[in-house]
């Protein structure tokens, strides 16, 4: 057979050139695709790399709605824990600066958490986004006023009332004011008016007992503050309130109870097993009193009035050496912290001069129990009588004992500053 061939076309056709041609096309499309989607995967890879950890269970969680996490925070709130409750609620503030529902929220939390200069802050802020609102004035009253700033809290509250009188919050805070500036039958008026509009308040019913408390009506500030632990059974704070009217009635069953009730809900409360330990002090059981006191140390290695009152336990059981280097550790803790000296703490002063001289250190004892009178000043005149007394009779003991200090002239007590007076009810 012959094969004919057409030699007057060309050996590269242009049907083969077009065709490379196209092939070409597609290589560099292809290319171009590839380098498309790399670059779209290095663009959003945090977004696929969420989407892919989710596919197979291990994604993060979804940033939750205010909502969510201000019903998140009332329930911890009602479960007792308001450290939680404070951290939901400032996060759905966050979200909504200007919500005064959440500032409003979250104000109460932060007072529960003593937190008192941010609340006062929150009750600006609330007033601000919505100056007819009488939440925001509520929460700065008082915040306010337990910020040691009853005075300026009384108008704020005043003025609250103006736009909404029967708001009980803004009652119970004019009571905690009134009371702290020794008006204490216009804090019974506020007390009482705010327990009425709000039976279910618990924290009317704390400040209407701590006015009935300070007109000497214990038994019926008992009654309140059962009643604010029956609203919210979870809350320490009133269990705390509750268990010093007890002690004042030296119904020491009873106080025991109540401390043991906190430790229930939450047993590493180091504030509980404090009280405890001074409780059993005060009824002469010092080896129980020690446990709670280590107790409480083990869960706040830093908590200066626990190493006080541990000091004072060994001090009670002449274990000198041992009180004087805890005394020290709670002075150590006291300047790093800032804290104010009182009734407990300044018994790591004048009670570890007095422990220095049982051991016969005539030096540190006498410098220290000088060192301790100008510490007078900062409490209630008759803590300052009683532990002057004491101050005093070391002093003499260490001139009459002490071959360097024999006839030396007892130092002049430094009159303490006026602090208002013990309340009838104790």
């Known amino acids: 057979m012959q094969i004919r061939r057409d030699y007057s076309q060309p050996f590269f056709s242009d049907r083969r050139r077009r065709r490379g041609r196209t092939s ?6 292809y290319l171009a695709l590839i380098a498309g989607f790399l670059f779209f995967v290095d663009a959003n890879f945090h977004h696929l790399q969420i989407m892919a950890l989710n596919m197979v269970g291990y994604g993060p969680e979804p940033t939750p709605f205010p909502s969510t996490l201000a019903e998140q925070g009332y329930a911890a709130f009602l479960d007792g824990d308001v450290e939680t409750a404070a951290e939901l609620f400032g996060q759905a503030v966050s979200q909504q600066p200007n919500n005064v529902d959440y500032l409003y929220e979250y104000g109460r939390m ?17 007033i601000q986004a919505s100056p007819r609102d009488p939440r925001g004035y509520a929460i700065k009253a008082r915040a306010l006023d337990l910020d040691g700033q009853s005075e300026s809290a009384i108008p704020v509250g005043q003025q609250g009332l103006q736009v909404n009188p029967n708001f009980a919050p803004l009652h119970a805070a004019l009571a905690g004011a009134y009371r702290n500036i020794d008006r204490y039958d216009v804090a019974l008026e506020y007390g009482e008016r705010a327990v009425e509009l709000d039976p279910l308040d618990a924290t009317a019913r704390r400040t209407y007992a701590l006015a009935l408390i300070w007109v000497g009506r214990r038994e019926e500030a008992i009654e309140q503050l ?50 405890l330990c001074q ?15 280590e107790d409480a140390l083990a869960l706040d290695p830093d908590y200066a009035e626990a190493q006080a009152t541990l000091g004072w336990v060994r001090y009670r059981r002449r274990n000198y050496e041992g009180a004087i280097e805890m005394f020290r550790q709670c002075e ?50 008759y803590a300052a009588d009683t532990i002057g007394g004491q101050i005093r009779d070391g ?18 007590p430094i009159p303490p500053t006026a602090i208002p007076p013990t309340p009838i009810g104790g």
């Open 24 to 29: 070409w096309l597609f290589v560099v499309l």
């Open 110 to 126: 932060l007072i529960e958490n003593g937190r008192y200069a941010e609340a006062i802050e929150i009750g600006d802020r609330a």
């Open 226 to 275: 059962n009643e604010a632990i029956a609203i919210n059974p979870k809350l320490t704070a009133p269990y705390f309130e509750l268990a010093l009217q007890y002690r004042g009635a030296n119904d020491f069953e009873m106080v025991v109870a109540t401390y043991e009730a906190i430790l229930a809900i939450d047993p590493d409360d180091p504030k509980a097993h404090l009280r």
């Open 279 to 293: 409780v059993y002090i005060q009824v002469g059981q010092d080896n129980r009193a020690q446990g709670y006191c």
């Open 332 to 381: 150590s803790n006291l300047i790093a912290n800032g804290e104010p000296i009182n009734e407990d703490t300044i018994r790591c002063y004048y009670m570890r001069g007095l422990a220095h001289y049982y051991l016969g250190q005539c030096d540190d004892a006498w410098n220290l129990l000088q060192q301790s009178l100008p510490l007078l000043s900062n409490l209630p005149q």
């Open 395 to 412: 002093l003499s003991g260490v001139t009459a004992n002490c071959t360097a200090y024999l006839g030396r002239p007892l130092p002049t």
